[in-house]
């Protein structure tokens, strides 16, 4: 049973920068693909970013690209997601999850394990 605990959210105006950190335990962090998703009130859950699990391979949502980079330390069992420009659209509650396949799902509920969350609020 892998456990993920997700920190670093808070509220920022737009065009600050966040640093969300997810660390896991339970289980072997770099046999997981990891990724973040995330869900504002009133919409669906929506996949944000997933990094392979050796940290080589990304991938991003159109709405993030070139804003938010996501990275991961496997000496520290931790995956992050950097978010720079962030905009009022942005606000959300972020959610870390994990995969045992090659590649994180975009689908949240195809994934294996997942984190509580951690609001992130941007203010215009």
């Known amino acids: 049973q892998v456990s993920l605990v997700e920190s670093g959210g808070g509220l920022v105006q737009a065009g600050a920068s966040l640093r969300l950190s997810c660390a896991a335990s339970?289980?072997?962090?770099?046999?997981?693909?990891m990724g973040w998703f995330r869900q504002a009130p009133g919409k669906e859950r929506e996949f944000v970013a997933r990094?392979?699990?050796?940290?080589?391979?990304?991938y991003y949502a159109d709405a993030v690209k070139g804003r938010f980079t996501i990275a991961r330390d496997n000496a520290k069992n931790t995956v992050y997601l950097q978010m720079n420009i962030l905009k009022p659209e942005d606000t959300a509650a972020y959610y870390c999850?994990?995969?045992?396949?090659?590649?994180?799902?975009?689908?949240?509920?195809?994934?294996?394990?997942w984190g509580q969350g951690t609001q992130v609020t941007v203010s215009s």
């Open positions: 999850a994990a995969s045992r396949r090659l590649f994180l799902s975009r689908s949240y509920d195809d994934n294996d394990y």
């Open positions: 990094v392979s699990r050796s940290g080589d391979k990304t």
């Open positions: 339970g289980g072997t962090f770099s046999s997981y693909s």
